[in-house]
T-cell receptor, first 113, second 115 residues
Framework: AQSVTQLDSHVSVSEGTPVLLRCNYS??????LFWYVQHPNKGLQLLLK??????LVKGINGFEAEFKKSETSFHLTKPSAHMSDAAEYFC???????????FGKGTMLLVSP | NAGVTQTPKFRVLKTGQSMTLLCAQD?????MYWYRQDPGMGLRLIHY???????AKGEVPDGYNVSRLKKQNFLLGLESAAPSQTSVYFC??????????????FGPGTRLTVL
């Protein structure tokens, strides 16, 4: 069985400040982990994914995430928030090599000027 | 490439009516999925298909049927719509290739309201 918990339903930051979106996972096997972003009234876009290669994963738009097996975490970070980053972010887990995804409930990122 | 497309974008139904949502992908992907998204729930898998002519149940399959008659299309049917099926529906697809089988590509969504 696999599950994912996004620790914050909403995160508010000011433009230019760092972003941290937290995600913990549970998986019986070696997981693949993803972050997807959804802008208002849009579909989901893949930000980055971890598949047992480097533990620090770089994605699009300056985002990165670090896989920490000892902490079962996969937190998403960005050094400096931009207004265009305001969106909902989903942490997703799947068993390595198996295609059914399990989604977290999402974290809404609010960016103020 | 259009990627994953969904038809229609919006629909309003009355309780008891039926409808079919169409998903099409032009990436030659073997796997296709239907999800529903509800506030505070993330995305939940309804049904999926690992190839033409095959379908399987996901987490929340009740009240829905699917068909995959062609590799590029995956249809989601509601035989008798209920207000609890008011949601945003997303289709996704992924490749069978081992290096990329986990990565799903999503369509823009269909917003369905059942009155």
């Amino acid at each position: 069985a696999q599950s994912v918990t996004q620790l914050d339903s909403h995160v508010s930051v000011s433009e230019g400040t760092p972003v941290l979106l937290r995600c913990n996972y549970s998986s019986s096997y070696s997981p693949s982990l993803f972050w997807y972003v959804q802008h208002p009234n849009k579909g989901l876009q893949l930000l980055l994914k971890y598949t047992s290669a480097a533990t620090l994963v770089k994605g699009i738009n300056g985002f990165e995430a670090e896989f920490k097996k000892s902490e079962t975490s996969f937190h998403l970070t960005k050094p400096s928030a931009h207004m265009s980053d305001a969106a909902e972010y989903f942490c997703v887990v799947t068993l390595s090599g198996y295609s059914t995804l399990t989604f977290g409930k999402g974290t809404m990122l609010l960016v103020s000027p | 490439n259009a990627g994953v497309t969904q038809t229609p974008k919006f629909r309003v139904l009355k309780t008891g009516q039926s409808m079919t949502l169409l998903c099409a992908q032009d990436m030659n992907h073997e796997y296709m999925y239907w999800y529903r998204q509800d506030p505070g729930m993330g995305l939940r898998l309804i049904h999926y298909s690992v190839g033409e002519g095959t379908t399987a149940k996901g987490e929340v399959p009740d009240g829905y049927n699917v068909s995959r008659l062609k590799k590029q299309n995956f249809l989601l049917g509601l035989e008798s719509a209920a207000p609890s099926q008011t949601s945003v529906y997303f289709c996704a697809s992924s490749s069978r290739l081992a290096v990329d089988t986990d990565t799903q590509y999503f369509g823009p969504g269909t917003r369905l309201t059942v009155l």
